[in-house]
Nanobody, 123 residues
């Protein structure tokens, strides 16, 4: 099993920045992909960004390209999401997810999820 704990959410004005953190524990050796997803009220959970734990390749959704960046600290088993130039439409609960597969965007292949952290962007 892998446990994930997110932190760093909050309220920010449009144009501002936030940095989300995700700490992983447990059988982290089995994790090949770590990602961030988000879910706004009334909407499906959507992919935001992902990083492969081996090699560090990344992927991000078109809606956040150029504004958000994902990174990892292997020594700490942590993943981060730096969010800049935030927009009101970025408001959502952000979830950290981990997968034993080398894949990035399919949320159904992520068996491990954190509890989520709220990000609210005011106009």
């Amino acid at each position: 099993q892998v446990q994930l704990v997110e932190s760093g959410g909050g309220l920010v004005h449009a144009g501002g920045s936030l940095r989300l953190s995700c700490a992983a524990s447990g059988r982290t050796v089995s994790v090949y992909t770590m990602s961030w997803f988000r879910q706004a009220p009334g909407k499906e959970r959507e992919f935001v960004a992902a990083i492969l734990t081996s090699g560090g390749s990344t992927d991000s959704a078109d809606s956040v390209k150029g504004r958000f960046s994902i990174s990892r600290d292997s020594a700490k088993n942590a993943v981060y999401l730096q969010m800049n130039s935030l927009k009101p439409e970025d408001t959502a609960v952000y979830y950290c997810a981990a997968s034993p597969y080398v894949q990035l965007r399919n949320r159904h292949l992520y068996p491990y999820w954190g509890q989520g952290t709220q990000v609210t962007v005011s106009p």
